[in-house]
């Protein structure tokens, strides 16, 4: 089975699955704060190419577009949360509306995250490691291993491992590990 059908599959039955969350979060974040309930975010995908990646808005319409970790060196991340901004990250509701990047073939649902338009040491990092080819995921090798948490070096290994041992059965694993590491809220810095 190729990965891209097998993408298609999964972001069909998630769909269905999951419309009533993300109806519920649509109305949470529209109801609580000023602003649209999607932030379209500028990201690096595939062989570092520029696209737009929809969220539902946990932040503020003024917060700086700053990777956690850059943001968590200025100031308080959780100054610029929505009031269900939180609720929404920890859950991982406010990553359903990226189905839509995956229908569209911009990303995976298994890969390395995307990096932010202003991350040049991930992207560099990832770039000297390879992983630059691959598609961007919903769910990656790295978010299963710790997430927000992890330095940017010990990402870029997790994403070259995966790089390297990418399969369906590993996908398989990496999605099941997400969805018990939803349930548990691991991994989540504010």
Known sequence: MSKRFFDLLLVVVSLVLLAPL???AFLLVKTTSSGNALYWSRRVGRHNLMFNMPKFRSMKADTP????HIMNQQANPNQYLTP???FIRK?????LPQLWSVLK???SIVGPRPALFNQDDLIQLRTEQGVHILKPGITGWAQVNGRDELPISQK???????L?????WLDCYIILLTIIKVIKRDGVSH
């Open 22 to 24: 993300i109806i519920i």
């Open 65 to 68: 577009a700053l990777a956690t």
């Open 84 to 86: 269900t901004g939180s």
């Open 91 to 95: 859950t991982s509701l406010d990553e």
């Open 105 to 107: 073939g911009d990303m």
């Open 156 to 162: 870029v290994e997790l994403d070259a491992y995966y």
């Open 164 to 168: 390297k041992h990418q399969s369906l």
